[in-house]
C-alpha cells in the first residue's frame, strides 16, 4: 500500500509522435518555425500595441494579455515537444511534468477570460458606441484584467493541488507530446474521482461560462448589425470584431473537439494532431488574424517600417 503523497515515480517519458518517425526531421523544421514565426509574431503585437497611439484603447491592450498567453503557451509546449522528437521521445521529472501541465492550464484558462472580456468589449464598442467610452474606462479595464488573471490561476491551483495528493506507482510513460490532465491521472494509482470531478466542475466557470458569455455577446453584437440600414455600416461594424470571432470559433472549436466531445473513436494520432491546433496553430494564427484583417495594426506596421 502506497502512503499518501509517496510518490514511487519520479521521472515521466513523453512519446511524442512515435508513428511518424520517418518524417521526424520535417516536423521538427516546422515545429521550430512555427514557434519562431508565432513568437516574433505575438512579441510584434506587444510592441505595436505598446508603442502607436492609435493603438491605445482597451481593445489592443487586451490583445497584448492574449499575445502574452500565446507566447506562455508556445513557449511551455513547443521546444520540449521538438527535443521529444529529435530524441524519440523525452524524459522529464515529474515536477517538471506537473509544473507544464500548471503552466498549460493556466494560459488556457486564462484565454477563455481574456476572450471573454474581449467580446464584451466588442459587444460595447457596436451596440452602446455612444456610451463605449464612459463604461469602458480605465478603472472598468483594469478589473477585468486583474479577474481574469486571478481565475485563470486560481482554477489552476486548485486543480494542481487535486493532482499533487495523488500516488504515482507507474508505468511512467505517456502517450502524448506534453502532460495533460488526463495521460497524467492514468499514472496514478490513488482514486482520481475527486480530481476528475473537481476538473468537471471547475469547467463550467472556466470554460461553459466564458463561452456563453462570448456568443450572447456576439448574439446582441449580430442583432445590432442587422438592424443597421446601410450595408457599408453593417460591413464596417463587423469588421471591428470580425478578427476576434475567428480567434474565438478557432481557439473554442479545438478545445471542444479534444475535451468535450467523445474521444473513444478517436486514434492517439488524431488525438495528438488536435491538440496541436490548440497548443501549437492557435498561438501562430492569432497575430496573423489580427494583422491580416485589422486595419489599425496594418498602419501601425507600415508606420513602424517607415520610420
Not at 512519446?15 to 505575438?42: A, H, M, Q, R
Not at 506562455?72 to 527535443?83: A, C, F, G, M
Not at 530524441?87 to 471573454?116: H, P, V
Not at 501549437?280 to 492569432?286: E, G, I, K, S
Request: aromatic letters at 10%; a positive charge.
Amino acid at each position: 500500500m502506497v502512503g499518501r503523497n509517496k510518490t514511487r515515480i519520479s521521472e515521466i517519458l513523453l512519446l511524442g509522435f512515435p508513428k511518424l518517425s520517418n518524417s521526424k526531421s520535417l516536423l521538427v523544421v516546422l515545429l521550430t518555425v512555427i514557434y519562431c514565426v508565432s513568437l516574433c509574431g505575438n512579441l510584434l503585437i506587444i510592441v505595436l500595441v505598446a508603442t502607436s497611439k492609435k493603438l491605445q484603447t482597451p481593445m489592443y491592450f487586451f490583445l497584448i494579455h492574449l499575445s502574452i498567453l500565446d507566447i506562455l503557451l508556445s513557449t511551455d509546449i513547443v521546444p520540449n515537444t521538438i527535443v521529444g522528437m529529435m530524441n524519440d521521445g523525452l524524459l522529464m521529472s515529474l515536477t517538471s511534468c506537473m509544473t507544464q501541465f500548471c503552466i498549460f492550464g493556466a494560459s488556457e484558462s486564462l484565454e477563455c477570460f481574456i476572450l471573454t472580456v474581449m467580446s464584451y468589449d466588442r459587444y460595447l464598442a457596436v451596440c452602446n458606441p455612444l456610451r463605449y467610452s464612459s463604461i469602458m474606462n480605465y478603472s472598468l479595464f483594469l478589473r477585468l484584467i486583474l479577474l481574469s488573471w486571478l481565475f485563470g490561476f486560481l482554477a489552476i491551483l486548485v486543480t494542481g493541488v487535486m493532482i499533487i495528493t495523488l500516488d504515482f506507482c507507474g508505468p511512467n510513460v505517456i502517450d502524448h507530446f506534453f502532460c495533460d490532465m488526463v495521460p497524467i491521472m492514468k499514472l496514478s494509482c490513488s482514486d482520481t474521482f475527486m480530481v476528475h470531478l473537481e476538473a468537471l466542475l471547475l469547467g463550467v466557470p472556466v470554460m461553459v461560462l466564458p463561452l456563453t458569455i462570448t456568443v450572447s455577446s456576439y448574439a446582441c453584437i449580430i442583432q445590432a448589425i442587422l438592424r443597421i440600414s446601410s450595408n457599408v455600416g453593417r460591413w464596417k461594424s463587423f469588421s471591428t470584431c470580425s478578427s476576434h470571432l475567428t480567434v474565438v470559433c478557432i481557439f473554442y472549436g479545438t478545445l471542444i473537439g479534444i475535451y468535450m466531445l467523445p474521444s473513444n473513436g478517436l486514434s492517439s494520432t488524431v488525438a495528438k494532431v488536435i491538440s496541436l491546433l490548440y497548443t501549437v496553430m492557435t498561438p501562430l494564427l492569432n497575430p496573423i488574424i489580427y494583422s491580416l484583417r485589422n486595419k489599425d495594426i496594418k498602419e501601425a506596421m507600415r508606420f513602424t517600417t517607415a520610420m
